[in-house]
Structure formats: C-alpha cells, structure tokens
C-alpha cells in the first residue's frame, strides 16, 4: 500500500535527490535554496509517495499561481510544478495518486483547475498528463539573445 501526504522534514534530502533526478540541469546547491525559499514562502507543498516500509518512491510539487496560466479559465489555478516516481516503482499508479493529491491540495485551496507543463521533447511526461486527464493547451520554443 502506498500512502500520500505533505512531506516531512526528514524526507527534505530524500525529495532533493529525486528533484535532482527530474531536474538535471540545477546542481544540488541550487535546488536547495531554491526550494528553501519557495516552502518558506508557503505558496506551495511537496507530497510525498511512501511504500509501507515507510521508503520515499516519488513526490509532487504543487503551488497556486495567480499569474497567467495557459488555458485556465479561473484563478487562482492549482499547479502541477513537478512530479516524479522513482523508475523501480514506475507503472503502479503512483504518478496518479500523487496527481490526484495534488487535485485535491489545490481544491482546497478554492482552485477548480489544475495547470502543469512539460519540456516538448519529453514524450513520457506527455503522456502521462493526458492518462491523467489533462488536455494539451499550447506548445511553446522559447529565445534569447545577448544584446
């Protein structure tokens, strides 16, 4: 049996490994602070997936934003920031139980929708989104240049 709830402040290193695991390009320093200062902010929670062992196996960021959300018709939105399940505990449901806390977090919050994004090359994230319901809204090629 899987269980889901808020992360516990033991589980903070457990959250930075798999974070790091699903954002690659941050070094490890970088992802802390960056993550200190959105939990001290409390406009966000990480829920943590555990196994009966009690072991860490995923995790979801979720936020509320009041900026612009694609496709939204409300505000605030919820906002699927980040998930990720460990790969031996992949293809269980645990990214939808995870999704469905992360629903019911931002309910409670007063939101009637729930906005996430992926990179447009990866595939996975895709579709796992749409297994879970969401509809794609827009694709986006982002630029910059030096001036």
Known sequence: ???????????????LEMAALLWPDWE?????EEFDELLA???MTILMARTEEDKTIGFAQVSIRTDYVPGAEDS??????GIYVRESARKQGIGRQLAEAAMQWGRDRGCSE????ALIDNLDSHRFHASIGFSEVERLVTFIKKI
């Not at 729930?114 to 994004?117: A, E, V």
Request: no cysteine; net charge negative; charged share 40%.
């Open 1 to 15: 049996m899987i269980t889901i709830s808020t992360m516990r402040d033991e589980e903070y290193d457990d959250f």
């Open 28 to 32: 490890d320093d970088e992802l802390r």
């Open 41 to 43: 902010e409390n406009t």
């Open 76 to 81: 605030p939105v919820a906002f699927l920031e």
């Open 114 to 117: 729930m906005g996430s994004d």
